[in-house]
């Protein structure tokens, strides 16, 4: 029956049928439609809302009792667990029909609410996501997100967990990530490889997002390394593959141990076995619920503070709260379920939760995030701080005892976290008793505001400022402080050692290029030089097959074709867009490159022809991941240099024996025939 009919609105009275659990759905079916001028733009609106006027997608109740909140963790928005989401094109567009589907509710969607409550957010990136995927998610949070709000950036979701849907179908994210850790041959054991595969894929995340954060990432993001809250096994082993210098390169750390310390979890299953179901009171259920909080919870979370502590790491909770709910079959026991929900509901709930943020606040926790916001109970659990958006909040214990509990505890500012080199050993290349050594403090972290200071000391006073320096350092051993200060005043420090050696030749010039005249690129390899040291063998330089030679003058230069979208760095590497260039000592002599200066002009002859650039090397590898260096984006429609000037890695350059290849990828570019080009090249190093 039609209520009401005007034009291009109709009014239907609905009646849902609702299930044992509860539930009721709501179909609309089209029986029939004009294809010439189809049924379109449907909105299903809750009585009170105007379609026409509605501006804001979200009902104005549930938006008002996140209010208290300070961290919105989307996991269950994004639908995590056995996600299908494998490109970015599998993800779900914010006009998409419906954001009920199984690649989850749309980014966009989880932003803006985000900004509209001014509320970190925590994304969890699906477990079979490949780097373009991530990489776009990324860029689409640094363009959107807040400024002043914090990114929390963890890898899927549990993948330690054993149970449906965590393991199912081959799609299930513990099984994917076992798969993965035994086929990369971290471990013989099934179990081991995928927990790390967990933190080295964790790593590769967190790298993608600090490089396209660039230099607001220490302010942005917090890198989350989530563990099991029982499993200190679990919590060891990860820690240990992200400080494994074999599986992690690039020495990034998270910046927080993630825990979900539940209590009661295994409580109705005992009173099943006990026979005590329909005898056992609620505050019984509620008393032996503390007695476990008391006596297991609160342990495991002092332990789990410890590896973090051990590791200068927050410890936080990704999910956290009760966990009274039958299991193997134990769910299907209806006198079970009717008890749990009425613990649930029972005011005594509101005392426990209260208990409960008393000791994760006594152990040090940081972050609570509690599971979840609003569900319905069921035989599946009372996972919901509400039980609906409309539920009077006074009738809802844990939502009631957790905002009146926050409301009683407002958090103290929280101290920064001070991250120096973990070691520096430059040597004294030309003889006078002293060397400059780069200190690099990026790595800090505030949680809860923003970095204003960083100062480095030596021996009390002052010979630096800033995130990063250069300072000279005489030859010996010399122990630096950096401290940091955050935007309330709070300040962290942290040692650590710079050993000046001395002893080693003075580092020169090795080769210098010259690409003057015809055009270089028409006559391969070019290898034509102004300056080229005795005992180097130069190979010259090369064009990737993905870059056409145009045949210009006085500069190394090539064509390259891109989609519209600006191309990411793994599109370049896997167009083979590249300018190499190759050297290596001659017979007898072995180079030494390790801190040496790399320096590369690329000539922007067009603006579409990469704002970025990325060199990678024979000694690292090729693949995404593996970069040497990535510049800042250059934006320009004029004809600007931009020089590419870093200091090559220690590790692996220190004694080469055979030739060296280097490959500039320029990205980030977009459309067809884009030119790019080198117009100078010189590099450092010893000979021996």
């Known amino acids: 029956m039609v209520a009401a009919d005007v034009p291009g609105e109709k009014t239907v009275p609905v009646a849902v049928a609702l299930d044992d659990d509860g539930q009721g759905v709501i179909w609309l079916t089209i029986q029939s439609t004009d294809s010439t001028d ?10 009170g809302f105007d379609a026409a006027t509605l501006s804001d997608p979200f009902y104005p109740a549930y938006k008002e009792k996140l209010v208290p909140f300070d961290v919105l963790r989307f ?13 970015w094109s599998d993800r779900t567009r914010p006009d998409h029909a419906t954001q009920a589907r199984e690649a989850g509710v749309a980014l966009e969607y989880m932003i803006r609410l985000a900004n509209d409550l001014n509320k970190d957010l925590w994304i969890s990136i699906p477990h079979m996501a490949d780097d373009d995927y991530v990489e776009q998610t990324a860029q689409l949070l640094r363009e959107t997100v807040l400024p002043e709000l914090k990114i929390y950036v963890e890898y899927s979701n549990e993948t330690w967990n054993t149970a449906y849907p965590f393991s199912s179908d081959g799609r299930g994210q513990t099984d994917w990530v076992q798969d993965q850790g035994l086929a990369a041959g971290f471990d013989d054991d099934p179990w081991k490889a995928g927990q790390k595969y967990t933190a080295y894929r964790s790593v590769r995340i967190w790298k993608i997002f600090e490089m396209v954060f660039g230099s607001e990432a220490a302010d942005r993001l917090v890198k989350v390394l989530a563990t099991q809250s029982a499993g200190l096994s679990v919590t060891e082993l990860r820690l240990a593959t992200v400080m494994d210098p074999s599986l992690n390169p690039f020495a990034i750390k998270p910046d927080v141990l993630a825990i979900a310390p539940y209590f009661g979890g295994g409580l109705a299953d005992d009173l099943v076995a006990e026979g005590v179901v329909e005898t056992i009171t609620v505050p019984e259920i509620l008393s032996r619920a503390a007695t476990d909080l008391r006596e297991t919870v609160f342990e495991e979370m002092v332990r789990q503070k410890e590896q973090a502590d051990m590791h200068d790491l927050w410890l936080v909770t990704y999910e956290g709260g009760q966990h009274l709910v039958g299991t193997l079959g134990n769910e299907n026991n209806a006198a079970l379920t009717a008890k749990l929900i009425s613990a649930n509901r029972d005011v005594g709930m509101y005392d426990l939760y209260v208990a409960y943020l008393d000791m994760l606040n006594e152990a040090g926790v940081s972050v609570f995030s509690g599971f979840s916001f609003i569900s319905e109970p069921s035989k599946w659990g009372s996972w919901g701080a509400l039980e609906s958006v409309i539920q009077e909040n006074g009738t809802a214990p844990k939502y009631l005892g957790m905002t009146q509990w926050m409301a009683e505890n407002i958090p103290a500012n929280r101290a920064p976290r001070a991250r120096p080199p973990e070691g520096i050993t430059v040597t004294d290349t030309d003889g006078d008793g002293e060397e400059p050594a780069y200190l690099d403090g990026t790595r800090s972290r505030d949680l809860d505001g923003i970095l204003t200071q960083y100062v480095w000391y030596e021996s009390g ?12 350092l005489s030859a010996g051993e010399h122990t630096l402080v950096l401290e940091v200060m955050d935007d309330e005043g709070a300040t962290d420090r942290k040692e650590f050692q710079v050993v000046v050696e001395a002893g080693r030749a003075a580092s020169s010039v090795l080769v210098e290029s010259d690409f003057s005249g015809t055009p270089p690129e028409n006559h391969t390899p070019w290898a034509k030089t102004k300056n080229l040291a005795k005992g180097v063998s130069y190979g010259g330089f090369r064009l990737g097959p993905g870059v056409e030679g145009s045949d210009r003058d006085d500069a190394f230069a090539g064509f390259i074709n891109n989609a519209a979208p600006l191309s990411t760095l793994a599109e370049a590497v896997a167009a083979d867009q590249y300018v190499s260039v190759s050297l290596g000592p001659e017979a007898g002599h072995a180079l030494d490159l390790s801190n040496a200066l790399f320096q590369l002009t690329v000539r922007r002859f067009d603006n579409q022809g990469g704002h970025r650039y990325a060199v990678f090397s024979s000694v690292n590898g090729f693949d995404p991941g593996q970069e040497l260096f990535v510049s800042d984006h250059y934006d320009s429609w004029q004809t600007d240099d931009a020089i590419i000037n870093f200091r090559l890695p220690a590790d692996g350059f220190q004694n080469i024996e055979g030739a060296v290849e280097f490959r500039v990828y320029p990205f980030e570019a977009q459309y067809h025939h884009k030119e790019t080009s080198v117009s100078a090249f010189v590099l450092q190093g010893i000979i021996r």
């Open 75 to 87: 996991m269950d928005w994004g639908q995590t667990n056995a996600s299908p989401v494998r490109s």
């Open 461 to 472: 006073a002052e010979i630096a400022g800033g995130s990063t320096a250069i300072v000279s």
């Open 38 to 47: 189809y049924l379109r733009d449907f909105k299903m609106m809750t009585p």
